[in-house]
């Protein structure tokens, strides 16, 4: 009845066809509008059951009460667009709707919805348009264009507002706010946030084209809004145009945040607009799109049209869900387009999404670093409740100085019938070193000297500091142990030494020590500054005595490394069943958490992250037992899982494999499963789209401080076409099953390398200059 | 496509067939179920757009913040049940429905709604029935039937649980609250008022009766439910049945008010009636009701069966909405059928709902006059706000010490835009006199010496001290005015002495003084004690002083006694078109409030309503030509006008238009016009069916503390039979056009009476002994 529709016609077109309530959720996820700024699920403008009209402004968290964490509340409800024909509720669930198509188009960040709907006498043909602006951070839009194709005149009422009813889910983080109308033309609502006390400046406007047309203005409770009165003749069409502005007390982009000032300044944009048809507003911010699909645009050419579609599909969602213009922001592990996970920022973000940004758009890869950096504070506060020293970075953080914000409760186990407790803002640690690792790859990438000398030393030492503290020694053994943690792999729970942790602990120890000689002998002012301000004068001798007795968990005589001190003592079941769904909640009808905890079950990669991300220390053999090993265990229970796995598969030269992961990553949003994305669509699954595409099978890769580029394109692709930013110099490479090519921008000057066995030899003689180095 | 439908082969029905979402209010409200205690819309169990999804637990108000007032929260949502049918969610909008009827059984209090639903290859018959126990104060249970009319095995899925995702239009009351699963049976969550803080314990368990059943516990935010997977083959049914239990902290019938307990008890008392069906559960709450219904029944014997109907219909809601079993609570003016009005006691008690009571449940009017008594504190707030001294009732009350709870903002001014200030929580000033209406009527008529002398004398005399503080001097005339108030006309602000406040605040004074002197001689002690409590001393020399200079509007040369000081000198405009409707909101489409304020247009009974509780102090011929005045100049825009205008005009003997009033009253919620209760029921307009019925046409008036009967049946009516309780006797009235005969229950002897051209003259010798007096 509804299905995804996609076309290698046009490779910009993300489309619904057909409707069916059961899921609305699919495409309010994956056609979410948004421009860093505002985040908006596309729900329809007329109410369904089972709907969530979630719309977010970034950063602007709030906490219902004491018991509950921050997270980003949904905002009143602004594209609320009811039409009422001939007295009769227009809904597509009553009477009877042909040619429905919702469309997405990737390119100007506009949403279509057009359909004819026919009941009882009344037959019309609607067209609802809708953009949040690139172009003006505070501005969106929605349009509706009815035709009458009735024998007779229909009467409309249209109810256009702001309804401020809507909650998260049932927590309200509003208050109502004061409402009111402006010159008789503009509707304003100014609720405040009730815990962070953000306010908040709705502003709205209609442009109505329609025959014998009244209006009359309305107030509900928390809900403003204008109704129109008109009609349609047999053939005839009107046009409801909405104009909507959106400011808070947190904009950056304003000086005066008192509400009056953006009850004014909202005003003077509209007028300022005034006189800009939806077209043009809409072109607008096409052009700030096209500025965005012109850096470095990735050509796939594949036996599979969808391939390109979902390149552009990622890049798109990482556009709509960055909240580029703040670094007190950073991404959402759903963008915004969601509740789920309540709008926190993970380790998505330095693992899947940051690398994007890294390659492709550096200036904003330094806001998200930035925004870790102005976490710091948060990360103390973290450290300190535990008992630890330094930075310890909160598994989900909301206000970078906010901490820990996971909540503590999460669903029902389906055994006992009670919550179960989410261990993860408690003892999932890794994120510390995720963090660490982040912000590393980012001054390789970038080159970014002011912000490495200003803020990343300070992340690098801070964060060593806390893992100093966090070691716990075994006599016994007389090593440095990390017990009672989770992993990457979120199954297990209270384990000790496990290898993603341990391992990526060691290295933002050692990275720190090589460091810190470096910054004396070089930069002694640097180094004097960081030492009054962490005590490394005491911390880093600490350090050193621990670095080389961390436990870093060995090679089994099979070669396998033990994902922790247990897990390859548990037991082993067939995943088979499981793994052939949509999704894996399969399992946990079957077995509560507890007992997955027992079974060499891993929801996502975990040592195999670990050889990605840290290529340098894992010979191939080992890699590969492991893939063989781990891989049959993984339930890919975690959208970050797939990429993992296609990436190292790539690298481990099972391309057709790989191809395999790259296939399923794409469909976890893009796919026929039109349940996948109830929550929002899947932040990290997006950046590992681009991250397979130029990792995988682009082959590149910055490890240790180096960039390297091993290309290996999956037997349906033919040429792979993508760029990147390399320490100020932007590069395009293309790649073809016999050879890739260098071109620098900046010079024209291509360099060639040929496929010999799978090893690329340089073709001619020219010097490649990277950064200096060569 | 959706009507009301009543039968006079069943006069305790009330019936709505076929199906329309947009006209869900109208069912919701005006078949609300309740026990006093819980009360709740009778909402689907299935969910619709546009739905209005409350249930209250009387007294249990809290205030979402600062900016609001405390209202009745809505509670999570326990009736919840989806159905989904071979993966195909079951909902009224889609597919075929044929038989479709709604029916509320005023007899038992039980709502059934049946019809076939088809839908593809899906054809099935439902049966829900529900009730909420007048029996056991916190239980109530809901229960489908499902049968499979379709060829093939249908599979079932439904989903059962709580649902704390409701709110009261957007403000949430509650925080989320543990929720969990006890002895793998009993769901229970346990949220907390945010403000108030009162702990709510909801247990939930389900009975089904189903082949091939499995069943899966699931939670959400603020959601626990049970997913039951079933299926139903051809010709046979399924039945899932849910029993639910819900407790608070401030329960007056436990003493254990903390969370564990009440979760033990709520557990033990579900225990207790595992072995009961549905059925019998059912039963026992009929029989609770089938005591109700024997106090003094009313049979209307009239060509139209609607008014019998109407008079069951009034005394079902007025059970329902009561808290009878705390006097710490009170009536809400929608009972407990909606969030209008907040949960909110206004005068509506006194002068409209109390009467009933009053007459046939002394024991519940004790309960609503004693929660005036408790009231004291928060009138005594509420004088001191505003200067002034004694007891100030507030227009608005929720728990009796708040004080004022009146909203400081109402809807859009349509002219300006902006929300217009709610005036009657500062100015209408007359509520406190009909508080003492109310008790003296409550004294006289049940002859309560107990409470009499502990609460009723101190309400009389701290009220009038609140009057002697109010009244203004105007040294020109040299009299006491009230200036600046609303009268019982709400579209009247900031007036100057109108006639209904100054009469009853002269009244209230006067009564004082009378009762003073009484005292005085006859109860030197209860004087004293109160003399002590509130200074008599001073107040009533005061009083005295100023009673006969209290100003009270003279009738003018035509006999009209101005409703205020400009009332009369204002525009007149024709309100035909305004009367004509249903509702009559088209007024406030043509003019703002402040226009409105500036005609000769009357909401509803003013000087009117005044003639009518206050009779002895105007004489029949001004009565007439007052009526005759403001009549037509009253828009009956409020459900307390037309009851008042109907008896008025009885005692006119304007008996045909009368009842012409009577059938409009009747029409409010029972009429056909759907939307008509969307907010709630209209408890006024309920006790005035019944004051109609026996103050209008049984001719029952408490009057200066005397009791007369004057019977007018209107010409459709052929026999009355009313009862009453007068000072502990029993009296049943069977009036016809020709006589009227009182029977006392006790000794079963008749006084008949015979008219004589509307006069009616005692057929015998045989005095009647009332409450001591004869």
Chains 1, 2 share one sequence.
């Not at 706010?177 to 006390?197: A, H």
């Not at 120890?509 to 640097?526: F, G, H, Q, S, T």
């Not at 911390?539 to 922790?564: C, E, M, S």
């Not at 090993?629 to 391309?655: M, N, Q, R």
Request: net charge negative; glycine share 8%.
């Amino acid at each position: 009845m509804t299905k995804m529709n996609y076309a290698k016609e046009n490779l910009w077109q993300i489309e619904e066809v057909g409707f069916d309530s059961r899921y609305l959720g699919k495409t309010e996820s994956i056609m979410a509008l948004g421009n860093g700024y505002i985040g908006s699920r596309s729900a329809t403008e007329e109410a369904y059951v089972g709907e969530r009209r979630d719309t977010f402004v970034a950063g602007t968290f709030n906490k219902f009460d004491e018991n509950e964490v921050s997270e980003l509340p949904n905002i009143p409800d602004i594209w609320w667009l009811d039409v009422i024909v001939n007295g009769e509720h227009f809904t597509l669930e009553k009477g009877a709707v042909t040619g429905f198509s919702k469309r997405l188009n990737l390119k100007n960040g506009e949403l279509t919805r057009d359909f004819v709907w026919e009941f009882k006498t009344i037959k019309l043909k609607f067209k609802f348009r809708r953009f949040i602006s690139m172009a003006r951070r505070h501005y969106l839009s929605n349009l509706v264009e009815i035709e009458n194709l009735s024998a007779e005149k229909v009467s409309v009422q249209v109810r256009s507002g702001v309804n401020g009813q809507v909650t998260n889910s049932g927590s309200q983080h509003f208050n109502e706010g004061e409402k009111g109308l402006v010159d008789g033309k503009f509707l304003q609502m100014m609720p405040q946030t009730i815990e962070s006390k953000i306010d908040f400046v709705f502003t709205l406007a209609h442009k109505v084209t329609a025959e014998n047309l009244t209006a009359r203005i309305e107030m509900g409770r928390r809900q403003i809004f204008m109704n129109y009165f008109f009609e349609i003749a047999p053939n005839e069409s009107a046009v409801i145009e909405k104009r909507m502005s959106v400011r808070t007390s947190i904009d950056n982009d304003t000086d005066n945040h008192d509400v009056a000032s953006l009850r004014e300044l909202s005003i003077a944009e509209m007028k300022g607009i005034d006189a800009l048809s939806f077209d043009e507003l809409l072109a607008e911010s096409a052009e700030k799109w096209a500025e965005i699909w012109a850096k470095h645009p990735i050509v796939i050419e594949s036996q599979d049209f969808h391939d390109q579609l979902a390149i552009r599909f990622a890049k798109y969602h990482l556009h709509v869900m960055t909240p580029a213009h703040d670094p007190h922001m950073n991404i959402g592990a759903k963008g915004m387009s969601g509740e789920g996970y309540k709008g926190h920022t993970f380790w998505d973000t330095e693992v899947f999404m940051l690398p994007y940004f890294n390659f492709t758009h550096p200036e904003i890869a330094k806001s998200l670093v930035t925004y870790r950096y102005l976490g710091l504070d948060g990360a103390h506060k973290k450290a300190a409740e535990n008992g630890y020293l330094g930075a310890q970075y909160p598994w989900e953080a909301a206000n970078p100085t906010d901490g820990e914000v996971t909540p503590v409760w999460g669903a029902a186990d389906i055994v006992t019938g009670q919550s179960t407790k989410i261990w993860s803002g408690f003892i999932e640690q890794h994120i510390t070193s995720d963090v660490v690792f982040g912000v590393k790859q980012y001054i390789d990438v970038t080159g970014d000297l002011e912000f490495t000398q200003e803020k990343a030393y300070e992340i690098l030492f801070d964060t060593a500091k806390f893992w100093g503290s966090r070691l716990e020694y075994n006599a016994d053994k007389d090593c440095y142990e990390i017990n009672d943690v989770i992993g990457a792999d979120e199954y297990k729970e209270h384990v000790n030494n496990n290898a993603y942790t341990n391992y990526t602990a060691h290295w933002n120890v050692k990275y720190a020590l090589e460091l810190a000689a470096e910054l004396r002998e070089n930069e002694p002012e640097i180094f004097a500054r960081l030492d009054d301000k962490l005590d490394l004068t005491t911390v880093l001798p600490d350090l050193a005595d621990k670095l080389d007795k961390i436990f870093l968990p060995q090679p089994t005589a099979d070669g396998i490394i033990p994902q922790d001190d247990t897990y390859l003592s548990k037991k082993i079941i067939d995943l088979t069943k499981y793994k052939a769904k949509d999704g894996v909640d399969g399992l946990f009808h079957d077995y509560n958490l507890e007992q997955v905890n027992e079974m060499q079950i891993t929801k996502q990669a975990d040592v195999l992250l670990l050889m990605f991300l840290f290529e340098g220390l894992f010979d191939r053999e080992l890699k590969l037992k492991n893939f063989e090993y781990y891989e049959p265990k993984t339930t890919h229970d975690s959208s970050l899982s797939l990429s993992t796995h296609a990436i190292l598969s790539a690298d481990l030269g099972k391309v057709a494999e790989s191809y395999e992961f790259f296939k399923k990553a794409r469909h976890i949003d893009m796919g026929g499963f039109m349940k996948s994305s109830d929550d929002g669509i899947h932040a990290a699954s997006l950046g590992g789209i681009w991250q397979m595409t130029v990792f995988g099978y682009g082959g590149v890769r910055m490890i240790d401080g180096k960039l390297r580029i091993e290309p290996h394109l999956p037997e349906a692709w033919t040429r792979l076409t993508y760029g990147f930013d390399y320490q100020g110099q932007a590069i395009t490479v293309t790649v073809t099953h016999d050879s890739f090519v260098l071109s620098k921008a900046d010079n024209g000057c291509d360099v060639s390398f040929i496929s010999n066995n799978g090893n690329y030899v340089l073709q001619n003689k020219l010097t490649l200059s990277l950064g200096g180095k060569s």
